[in-house]
């Protein structure tokens, strides 16, 4: 997918004017928080949890390339094969060549932020290979070819009626008049129509949560049970993970999982949590025939070693993203690219680039509850700050921006020059406002008064009132 | 791909700002992956036997299973008989082979043993151990057992005996570790499929079963 996030702007101010959108994002609110709120109180350790899994994630990642290795080795030892890819490019090839191989018309496809990433359905779809989501809120969004908005819930923009048109427009051989009102009326037609693709399926393709060295296995978490029906019937089964996924063993696994589902959608724990290891045995009575993982560098190992190496401890919950105060503002789509909200404004830079997405680090306004509720400790704010640096220093902002900040340091490094600025600064504003103590305009700011009116400096300033003694 | 490999692996070193692993450190880091550290375990999955299975029962009811207490593992067919009887079910099911030893016929049932199919409305399957902690079913997969009997059916009934009830999933990890070769797949069942993918409304039954009936037998 094309990132669009150099329109920003122009994006969040058509989503602010979208009353469906603004009811979606209202309903997120009232859900996920309050229910993960809820799910963290319940548990006296989930700070305890929180620093072990933090401690786990960096332990790994100081050690990633034994554990991949140790991985690949357990994989390979139960009859699997582990595929190695550089960048999106590679991967797309090697998930197609197993795919020709099989002699594949459809594959089935669980939830997978990485196939986004890397669009694989649009890759597969121009190469002869009809790809078919399963977990319902990609399903209607891949109806409705659009990205998802949400990495846990990729169609929360939408509304039951809109997912309803979808539906009468994808689903033939129903009566085009049926009545399609509610949402467990959605869902069960959704689910007939899903069952004959899930058994005609020669492929089936899964992201993963996590890996697992010590047995080789990869983990999905899913509550619609449609990632552990992908991965079962088809004959064969492509797991696609990024190399920041692997942790050492089922324990630290069990740790992280206890985090997982509380953060992102405040359940005690996912319907259901499958690990998978290698094809079926020879006794199995069923199972995929081969078992293959296509394990994605994509930038990765380049984060590892600089400055934002923290947001490999990502375990993709959301949390950050729900209590974003921009992101509930103007939704997933506003962001240009498939990660949205904090976590998508530290990532996407490092995934495509800065020249994109030199807008999305300024799409915060840094107030800290991102890092607050993620389950990892990954420093978010600080993160977003790096960007904005680099963006500063690449000249990749306004010249207007640029020259605003240059006056400010300017002036902010040389203290009489500071005060007597302020001081003249402070003494025209209160002119301006004329004794009503609020302004309704000012000058070069236009921007920030449009939507609430600036209050006047009532006195003089700090740093006078200190010369003058009046310290309390 | 061996080239991809050896780049990646190459990339990480030159991140971490050191060559490969030398012996020392490689054979630590297998210790630790064969001698799993001590977790931080919560307090509710610690506990009395009696407490446990209490626990369990709570939190799987909570996450919409249906927890009926049958008084030995061989009561089983004829609490499934009544199931279905009450749901207005015909008395068929799709049962893992490791229950072939149970008197289905008797109970009235005609049971197929093996992997399910398109037509079975009702599995039958046993949990390898069950979790206190989150009210968890653990299954795992092998010739007795296949996978496809966990997601196909709409009623899926799991028989836990109590004495597989542990308190958290570190417990179970021990349990299958000792227990042999290792399973294709072990999945951890918290209650019957669901979405909230149209307008956050909670739906049981997604794409899995509608149902989650567990048949907690306190003896064999």
């Known amino acids: 997918m094309h990132p669009t996030s150099r329109r920003f702007a122009a994006n969040a101010r058509a989503a602010m004017a979208d009353p469906v959108l603004q009811d979606a994002l209202a309903r997120l609110k009232a859900g996920f928080r309050v229910k993960r709120a809820a799910a963290v109180a319940r548990l006296p350790e989930f700070e305890a949890l929180k620093a072990e899994a933090r401690a786990l994630k960096d332990h790994t990642l100081a050690h990633l390339d034994h554990y991949l290795e140790a991985f690949e080795a357990k994989v390979v030892e139960t009859g699997g094969t582990v595929h190695w890819c550089r960048d999106g490019a590679e991967a ?50 891949q109806l409705r070819r659009e990205p998802p908005s949400h990495i846990v819930a990729p169609a929360i923009h939408l509304n039951r009626g809109q997912v309803a048109d979808a539906f009468r427009t994808a689903h033939g051989g129903r009566p085009p008049d049926r009545d399609l009102e509610e949402p467990r009326v959605l869902l069960d037609e959704a689910r007939e129509e899903m069952r004959a693709r899930f058994l005609a399926a020669d492929v089936g ?42 942790v050492p063993t089922l324990d630290d696994a069990a740790t992280i999982l206890r985090l997982l589902a509380r953060s992102a959608t405040g359940q005690e724990l996912s319907v259901y949590t499958t690990f998978s290891t290698g094809p079926r045995r020879p006794d199995d009575l069923d199972g995929p025939e081969q078992f293959h993982v296509v394990l994605l560098d994509n930038g990765r190992s380049a984060m590892l070693g600089g400055q934002f190496r923290d947001m490999l401890r990502c375990i993709r919950c959301g949390a950050c993203i729900n209590h974003c105060p921009v992101y509930g503002a103007v939704g997933g789509h506003a962001y240009g690219w498939v990660y949205p909200g904090p976590m998508g404004s530290v990532l996407s830079p490092a995934l495509v680039g800065l020249e994109q997405t030199a807008k999305l680090p300024d799409a915060s306004t840094l107030c800290g509850r991102c890092e607050e509720v993620c389950p990892m400790s990954i420093p978010l704010p600080a993160l977003l700050r790096h960007w904005r640096e680099h963006a500063f220093e690449r000249h990749l902002k306004p010249a207007r921006e640029r020259l605003g900040l240059a006056l400010w340091s300017f002036a902010a490094s040389r203290p009489w020059l500071y005060r007597a600025v302020t001081r003249l600064a402070s003494w025209g504003l209160r002119r301006l406002a004329r004794g009503t103590g609020r302004l309704a305009r000012v000058p070069l700011a236009g921007g920030w008064t449009a939507a609430r009116d600036l209050p006047a400096p009532s006195g003089p300033g700090f740093l006078d009132q200190w010369r003058q003694g009046k310290r309390r | ?39 931080v375990i919560p307090a509710r999955g610690k506990g009395e036997p009696a407490e446990l299975i209490e626990r369990f029962a709570a939190m799987a009811t909570e996450m919409s299973a249906i927890i009926e207490r049958i008084p030995t593992a061989a009561a089983a067919p004829a609490a499934v008989a009544r199931l279905l009887a009450e749901s207005g079910l015909p008395p068929q099911v799709a049962a893992a082979p490791a229950l072939s030893g149970l008197d289905w016929t008797g109970a009235g049932l005609s049971a197929r043993f093996g992997a399910a199919g398109r037509g079975d409305a009702v599995s039958v399957v046993p949990a390898f151990r069950a979790v206190a902690e989150t009210g968890t079913c653990i299954v795992r997969s092998g010739p007795d057992a296949p996978t496809t009997l966990n997601f196909l059916p709409d009623l899926h009934v799991v028989l836990v005996r109590t004495a597989d009830v542990v308190g958290a999933y570190e417990d179970a990890w021990k349990a299958l570790r000792k227990a042999g070769a290792w399973p294709r797949t072990v999945t951890w069942i918290t209650g019957p499929s669901r979405t909230a993918d149209i307008e956050q409304t909670l739906l049981l039954g997604a794409h899995g079963p509608r149902r989650l009936h567990v048949l907690l037998a306190d003896g064999p």
């Open chain 1, 92 to 141: 797309k090839a090697a998930v197609l060549a197993i795919c020709r191989a099989a002699g594949a018309r459809t594959a089935t496809k669980g939830k997978s932020m990485v196939a986004e990433e890397i669009g694989l359905n649009d890759f597969l779809e121009k190469n002869g290979v009809i790809p078919v989501e399963t977990d319902l809120g990609e399903y209607i969004i």
């Open chain 1, 205 to 246: 393709i899964t992201g993963a949560n996590l890996l697992i060295a010590e047995t080789g296995s990869t983990v999905i978490v899913t509550n619609e049970g449609n990632g552990d029906l992908t991965q079962t019937l088809p004959r064969v089964h492509i797991v696609l993970a990024t190399i920041d996924k692997v």
């Open chain 2, 1 to 39: 791909m061996s080239d991809a490999r050896a780049t990646i692996l190459d990339s990480v070193r030159r991140a971490l700002r050191r060559g490969p692993p030398p012996e020392t450190l490689r054979a630590e880091l297998d210790r630790r992956m064969a001698e799993p550290r001590p977790n």
